[in-house]
């Protein structure tokens, strides 16, 4: 009889369920796991290094592009750390404005991932639908930054400029007849917190037709039913945070427990799971899905109700209006000096986390008083996550490390950072 060998199989980095650049080298006994050893380091773009040589704001758009699915939530935490240093507040209506932002983020981030966990899985269908409800939300990005993903929009010190009037247009072109282009612009009419509401009227009933077409799939629940467990006080141990950390039932919520920008004035529950596996996760992610819904639509009330500043008036930190600029001699000197130099930050450390898709995002900032950071450190949820990959993998097939990829909700523009 012939001896059992040990194999080990490279698994990525150009695998498609490898979620970008992941080397993960897998010691297999047959076709069970023993090992799961992840190679990082393949996407990495030295964003920590590059902040220490632009000023505060120019690292800003850097943000979008760490976790490339959460743009607006990076961007948030890094506003946060520096508003510590600055020792500045943000007017209300900025503060609520960011909140509606980071929900529709996270709706962004959980479409992308329930589209991408599964087709990894083999569930070809779920991508065209989620997909179909990306578009809507990728216009308000686009309505309020001018871009579909790499949004810099938020500002230490608020957002860059309020809500939009009007929607942008789909016009009669060559492809697109005026039939087709009236279809598209039904709900376009008014303005953008008018087409957003009319997608958190609409969201809930997209959401039940994700749960028809996967949550009591006979094939989606043997694929995720027990596979990757982890146990409350190893999720714990080993950093977990967000849906890792409460698909195994630690009640544990930034938003909740450390309430930032306007969470402290909304209602929302934080789903929790029972039994740690996989499937508890995309249970957790569906449900956290309809609360941002709920969420949105809150902010959008108080939106429609409470006008005002959407940035701090603080002309050392935000850049005065143009019509007092172009009027006023010290609006303009504080123009040039924020222009040319940015914003000086008081020496000092400060550290910022936020309730990100993924778990915990932080930055941790040192400054000397000059323009422009002296280090910055990123704590992204998805490195410390990745980590836990050897534990969850073990003792399953080739198959199921997919699986376990999927339900940690892998990206790698911030665990290579």
């Known amino acids: 009889m012939a001896d059992i060998r040990n194999f080990t199989l490279n698994f990525g980095p150009q695998h498609p369920a490898a979620h970008g650049v992941l080397r993960m080298v897998l010691e297999l006994d047959g076709e069970v796991v023993q090992r799961a050893d992840p190679h990082i380091g393949l996407l990495h773009r030295a964003t920590e290094k590059l902040a220490e040589t632009r000023t505060w704001v120019q690292s800003l758009p850097y943000m979008d592009r760490l976790d490339y699915v959460s743009m607006m939530c990076n961007e948030h935490a890094y506003c946060l750390a520096a508003e510590k240093l600055l020792g500045i507040e943000v007017p209300e209506r900025g503060k609520y404005i960011r909140t509606m932002f980071d929900e529709v983020t996270r709706i962004l981030n959980h479409l992308l991932w329930i589209g991408c966990h599964a087709l990894d899985v083999g569930a070809m269908t779920?991508?065209?639908?989620?997909?179909r409800e990306r578009e809507d939300l990728m216009d308000v990005y686009e309505a309020v930054s001018g871009a579909r993903m790499h949004a810099a929009y938020y500002?230490?010190?608020?957002?860059?400029?309020?809500?939009?009037?009007?929607?942008?247009q789909n016009r009669e072109s060559p492809w697109t007849d005026a039939k087709k282009a009236a279809y598209r612009n039904r709900n376009r009419g008014g303005t953008l917190l008018d087409f957003l509401e009319d997608f958190t009227n609409r969201f809930p009933t997209y959401h039940a037709e994700y749960h028809t077409l996967l949550t009591d799939n006979r094939i989606w629940k043997q694929r995720l039913v027990n596979v990757g467990v982890v146990s409350p006080e190893r999720a714990?141990?080993?950093?977990?945070?967000?849906?890792?950390?409460r698909g195994s039932g630690v009640a544990w919520d930034l938003r909740k427990k450390q309430p930032y920008a306007a969470y402290d004035k909304v209602d929302f529950d934080v789903p929790i799971g029972l039994n740690g596996d996989s499937y508890d996760r995309y249970l957790v992610r569906m449900e956290e899905m309809l609360q941002s819904n709920r969420i949105i639509k809150q902010c959008i009330d108080w939106l429609r109700k409470n006008p005002g500043p959407v940035i701090t008036d603080n002309h050392k930190v935000a850049p005065p209006p143009r019509a007092n600029m172009k009027s006023n001699m010290e609006e303009l000197i504080h123009h040039f000096k924020l222009f040319s130099e940015g914003i000086h930050v008081p020496p000092g450390e400060a550290y910022a986390a936020i309730e990100h898709p993924k778990g915990e995002f932080g930055i941790y900032f040192i400054s000397d008083g000059a323009n422009k950071p002296y280090r910055m450190k990123i704590r992204a949820p998805g490195y410390v996550h990745l980590q836990g990959m050897d534990e969850m993998a073990r003792g399953h097939m080739i198959a199921d490390v997919v699986t376990i990829i999927g339900t940690q909700d892998i990206v790698f523009g911030e665990i290579d950072r």
């Open 126 to 131: 779920m991508a065209l639908y989620t997909f």
């Open 155 to 168: 500002r230490p010190g608020g957002v860059y400029r309020d809500l939009p009037d009007r929607m942008p």
């Open 236 to 245: 714990k141990q080993m950093g977990f945070t967000g849906a890792m950390l």
